[in-house]
């Protein structure tokens, strides 16, 4: 009678133990699932509605020069990004294969200036369009461009600055400053190291990045450090955009 009673009995357990089992794992399974696929729609909602896209503009000031534009053209050739170029026009003698080079592979060519003189730049309004104007114009007759983006000299005079902005709309043109640097005018003697260390810095938590970098002779670190640059903002998912 006993061991009539034992075997379902047994098989009652096995079967609840079974199913208890398969019920407690299912528990496990599902909420993982549900929650990774709520975590990334929720990712997904939320750069739509920020309508955040991370871009970063590269700008080389100062140039062209001999030997580090080229060199920068290389990189930026090899790794198919474009960028925007302020220049100086009184460098530009000598150098307009260069210039026009810029031009050919695609980035965009902005006044800086004639002489990057501060004095006789800032000393009129007068003087600072004259400024404006020569270096137009050498861009214009090299290349044929007509350039509509401007950055001043030094980041302007910060008493003049609004006003002169208006001014220089006013012609036309497109005033762009910087909000980032990689460092190569303000530390001196930098290392590549150090330039791609400072850019990180200063670009830490913007969405947009305009990083000031320069092309004139004295910065082969910069060419040098540009491929890392580079490689920082493409792992982030930043866009490469010129103006
Ligand atoms: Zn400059």
Redesign the pocket.
Known sequence: MYKKFLTPALVLVALLTLLAVLGIRAMEISPTFSLAQETETEGEEKDEKMGEEKRVYLTF??GPSTVVTGKILDVLKKEDVKATF?I?SDRVYNREATLRRIAAEGHTLGV??AT?EYNQIYASDESLLKDVATCENVIARVTGIKPKVY?F??GGKLKERARQTKLLEELGYRVVGWNAVCGDEEIKNASSERLVKETVKTSEGKSTVILLL?DSATHRATAEALPEIISYYRERGYRFCQY
């Open positions: 000031d100062d302020f100086v800086h200036s990057h950055r000299p030094g320069h």
